[in-house]
């Protein structure tokens, strides 16, 4: 009797707490309440990530142990200095000062990152591990440009749209390159 009555209320305790979190959330004081200050937000936001990928990409080369690995990674650094850029033009298309907010996303990748490197041995398996570590940086940048883009689109902003775009493009090839080096070698050379 006793066991059977303690999952009841365990139930009734869950059900209190879905219905505490599904309220609608009091929007701040500085909330976007249109499309352009959404696409400024998400520009501070990447903006933020880049900058902090152009730091940290250095570290991912320095403990790749394949050459192909280390040449991709350096390649994608150079363009990652121009993401910043191209960044700072979209900015001024908006005749917005480029600002950078911390993006906490970025900021999770990027520890993943560093933990992955304390989690393997130095050769393959390390090689794989930063892959892996790589493509969870590449698919937020590739949805965050993909987004970005389709915003700037809806704005009328084609010359924001063509510079995010471009950099989209380069994510999008960074990230199949990746999975090449994985599928070309990486991986199996880290099953032994
Ligand atoms: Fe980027
Ligand atoms: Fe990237």
Redesign the pocket.
Known sequence: MAKAKAPAKKAAAKKTSTKSTSRKVAPKKDAATELMELFEHGLKDIYWA?KA?VKALPKMEKNASSPDLKKAIAKHLEE?KG?VSNLESVFSIIGKKAQAKKCDAMEGLLEEGKSILEETSIGAVRDAGIIAASQKVEHY?IATYGTLATYAKALDLKKAMTLLLE?LDQ?KNCDETLTDLAKGGINLDAID
């Open positions: 880049e990928l990652t993401h940048e950099t994510e």
